[in-house]
């Protein structure tokens, strides 16, 4: 299947958590634009996280794969988990963001409930974990646009950007 032809039915983030997770179980208790799958990659472990549309959001806003606040606590909370799990093993596994994020959840709702908490608190999470040693790297895959680039991807050790048939240059 082409790159454009996976598009139309699952988003970039999506085709690719599946490229690398393999069959690995996506972690339960995770909201449907959030997800969590644990691998092994070379050898070492690794929590792969991909923020993906769901057009049964109960924000509109956030119904095609944009950062809003349920994915902003959401990616927090995958990141804080695997630190805590680590903390203290003198290996840390590496922490993946497959990143297509068309923009954060712009909206008066997500503003009042405080978007900018969310997003922050993803950050701060990624941030956290690369300074607590695990190897942090940003893989984008489609779009990085916005807020829900900074929350999502921007704190990593590593951004790789990758260049397919499949994506233009305006993404």
């Given at each position: 299947m082409s790159a454009t032809s996976a598009q139309s039915t699952i988003s970039r983030g999506e085709a690719w958590l599946a490229a690398l997770g393999g069959n690995a179980a996506r972690?339960?208790?995770?909201?449907?634009?959030?997800?969590?799958?644990?691998?092994?990659?070379?050898?070492?472990?690794?929590r792969l996280i991909a923020v993906v549309p769901d057009a049964a959001s109960p924000f509109p806003r956030a119904r095609q794969g944009e950062v809003g606040l349920i994915e902003g606590w959401s990616l927090a909370r995958?990141?804080?988990?695997?630190?805590?799990?680590?903390?203290?093993?003198p290996v840390k596994r590496a922490i993946i963001a497959i990143v297509d994020t068309p923009s954060q959840a712009y909206?008066?709702?997500?503003?009042?409930?405080?978007?900018?908490q969310a997003l922050a608190g993803a950050a701060d999470a990624y941030?956290?974990?690369?300074?607590?040693?695990?190897?942090?790297?940003?893989?984008?895959?489609?779009?990085?646009?916005?807020?829900?680039?900074?929350?999502?991807?921007?704190?990593?050790?590593?951004?790789?950007?990758?260049?397919?048939?499949?994506?233009?240059?305006?993404?």
């Open positions: 972690q339960p208790g995770y909201p449907a634009s959030v997800q969590v799958a644990d691998v092994e990659a070379a050898g070492r472990a690794a995958a990141v804080h988990e695997a630190v805590a799990a680590d903390r203290n093993r909206g008066r709702r997500e503003e009042a409930f405080g978007i900018h941030a956290t974990a690369r300074l607590q040693g695990h190897p942090v790297i940003a893989l984008l895959v489609g779009k990085a646009m916005s807020g829900a680039f900074l929350a999502h991807g921007y704190q990593a050790n590593r951004i790789l950007a990758l260049r397919d048939p499949g994506r233009s240059e305006e993404q």
